[in-house]
């Protein structure tokens, strides 16, 4: 079955801990994205990668890193240093960039 | 950046009401998806639709890019789609960002 998987589906963390959000396809596409969710609000970028080995800032990327060793796996970084890291979490990817975006089924971040 | 408005906020229909959900957007575009969020977050591609219209069984949507609005049509609807409807687009001076509307949160009675 190709897809994209995220794990874990719930997280909690405590302050000042780091913490790695999982971005997995298997559907051979170039480009994947990172996207937060808010209560009762729309999808904001955080990160997106055109291919392996490069990545770029969104509109919300302070606090966030990521790495694009594999083709298949996209993985997010919630550092310390973002103040308001409880949300919701939504790994999307495409074929190639500009092309239609396919989503995974999120990750629920809850800092306590 | 372009800017995204979606109407109604909320929408409220008894089972087998038609609707009609509006997305309005103040740049040209190259890039128009609409989505379903379902109760468990899941985005659900409904619509790949920079122009023109489709249709996919009870579901259709239209886009006239040069008036820079979409529509998404739900007939006989059903409960379980219930749930937040998003459209988002790339502009065409955007780069890579898909940009979202707020959403319609859409509520399905039997």
């Known amino acids: 079955d190709g897809g994209i998987t995220q794990s874990p589906k719930y997280l909690f963390r405590k302050e000042g801990q780091n913490v790695t959000l999982s971005c997995e396809q298997n559907?051979?596409?170039?480009?994947m994205y990172w996207y937060r969710q808010d209560p009762g609000q729309g999808l904001r970028l955080i990160y997106y990668?055109?291919?392996?080995?490069?990545?770029q800032k969104g509109d919300i990327a302070e606090g966030y890193s990521v790495s694009r060793e594999k083709k298949e796996s996209f993985p997010l970084t919630v550092t310390s240093a973002q103040k308001n890291p409880t949300a919701f979490y939504l790994c999307?990817?495409?074929?190639?960039?500009?092309?239609?975006?396919?989503f995974g089924p999120g990750t629920r971040l809850t800092v306590l | 950046g372009i800017q995204v408005e979606q109407s109604p906020p909320d929408l409220i229909l008894q089972e087998g009401a038609n609707s009609t959900l509006r997305c309005n957007f103040s740049?040209?575009?190259?890039?128009l998806q609409w989505f379903h969020q379902n109760p468990w977050g899941q985005l659900i591609n409904l619509f790949y639709?920079?122009?023109g219209t489709k249709q996919n069984g009870r579901l259709s949507a239209t886009t006239v890019a040069t008036e820079r609005y979409s529509l998404l049509y739900i007939s006989s609807s059903q409960t379980t789609d219930s749930g937040v409807y998003f459209c988002?687009?790339?502009?065409?001076?955007?780069?890579?960002?898909?940009?979202f509307g707020e959403g319609t949160q859409l509520t399905v009675n039997p």
């Open positions: 740049d040209s575009v190259n890039n």
């Open positions: 639709i920079p122009s």
């Open positions: 999307a990817s495409s074929i190639w960039d500009y092309n239609e975006q396919f």
């Open positions: 559907l051979n596409h170039d480009a």
């Open positions: 988002a687009m790339r502009g065409e001076t955007s780069g890579s960002r898909l940009t």
């Open positions: 990668s055109q291919i392996v080995n490069d990545f």
